[in-house]
């Protein structure tokens, strides 16, 4: 596997990415979904909109691995109340 380093992007060019590519969550859960990239009304990039789409897309698919290997609690209702009962 090839390692690319992606220097970090002009401040402009990063944020012409922030506004075609998001992270879209799941409406009942907030979950992550998929990674949406909004149509470009210039499809020809210049190298610095070009590495500032790459280093989001990378962003926001490193931020769902995060999302999705962080633990997860759930809170059982009725073991909670048993236990707020019990003097422990």
């Known amino acids: 596997m090839t390692t690319i380093t992606i220097p970090e992007p002009d401040r402009f060019d990063a944020e ?5 590519i998001h992270l879209s969550r799941d409406v009942e859960t ?12 210039d499809p020809h990039l210049s190298r610095g909109s070009a590495r500032a789409i790459a280093h989001r897309l990378l ?11 962080r633990p997860r609690l759930r809170r059982l209702p009725d073991v909670d109340e048993q236990l707020r009962d019990r003097d422990v």
């Open 59 to 69: 962003t926001l698919a490193e931020e769902w691995d995060r999302i999705e290997a």
């Open 16 to 20: 012409f990415a922030e506004e075609v």
């Open 30 to 41: 907030g979950e992550p979904a998929t990674i949406y990239v909004d149509t470009l009304e």
